[in-house]
């Protein structure tokens, strides 16, 4: 059944760092051959259920090769993928054209302010302790090291630019305006026109998404924060899938 749609954020989500490893977990992605994030192992067996009663799409700020790390399981392979914070669709691992053009036509009037913003960073990013890269050429990113303060390069350099300057733990975005979790859900509900959508995220960046979902699945972190009427919170992805599945069951057989 495809009338619902779930749009599912991943890092601290539906997946976690191997920092947070816990007992029943396992492995979902590796970086030069260097264990990277995990997951539930229940949650991983019933993701293809899920796949199965819903059209559930991740939708993520990784990039697309950070996306196709994730190693699902055979069968439970998301069919779409939102990455790059909403600006490109992946269809089956492969870039949807028609999102493309739309995309870049959203990015062509902010191409010259992320050049002007990384070469700023760039110049200073010794002084500031930060890493910072053009993430598949749609926004720009930066990774605050030690001794640098996410904040203050936030407020600083959000008064040198028109991009929206967004940041989570150690990381800075630095993005299109049109380049937001609310405004890739309202893509993808135009494109596959559901009958009802549940959106999960953990950070303010989820926000935007969680908002004008039928359903909204959020950490403690920004409940509060989130303005939906039907609203709930999960703990761990453990939680929220069993959860969701209740909700998409339930759905099922009053739609039947």
């Not at 976690?16 to 029943?24: I, L, N, V």
């Not at 994030?37 to 019933?46: D, F, G, L």
Request: with cysteine; net charge negative; hydrophobic share 35%.
């Amino acid at each position: 059944m495809k009338n619902i749609l779930i749009a599912c954020d991943l890092d601290n989500t539906l997946i976690h760092s191997y920092k947070q490893k816990r007992d029943g977990d396992m492995c979902i992605e590796w970086i030069n051959g260097k264990e990277q994030s995990y997951i539930n192992k229940e949650t991983y067996e019933q993701i293809e259920e899920l796949k199965m009663l819903a059209r559930y799409t991740p939708l993520t700020t990784r990039s697309i090769e950070q996306y196709l790390r994730i190693n699902w399981k055979p069968g439970a392979e998301p069919e779409y993928a939102v990455t790059t914070n909403g600006a490109i669709l992946l269809s089956n691992n492969e870039r949807v054209s028609s999102w493309d053009e739309t995309s870049y036509k959203f990015m062509d009037e902010y191409r010259k302010d992320l050049d002007d913003i990384l070469a700023m960073l760039e110049s200073q990013k010794e002084d500031l302790h930060i890493r910072c890269r053009k993430v598949d050429d749609m926004y720009v990113f930066a990774y605050c090291e030690d001794g640098g303060s996410v904040e203050g390069i936030a407020d600083t350099f959000s008064e040198k630019t028109r991009l929206r300057v967004e940041y989570f733990g150690r990381k800075i975005y630095f993005l299109p305006p049109q380049f937001n979790k609310g405004a890739a859900l309202t893509r993808l509900k135009e494109k596959f026109v559901p009958e009802f959508v549940i959106a999960a995220g953990d950070s303010e960046i989820d926000i935007p998404m969680l908002e004008i979902a039928d359903l909204a699945y959020c950490k403690e972190s920004i409940f509060d924060k989130v303005s939906n009427k039907n609203k709930k919170s999960f703990t761990n992805e453990t939680d929220l899938i069993n959860s969701i599945l209740g909700d998409v069951r339930q759905f099922s057989e009053v739609c039947l």
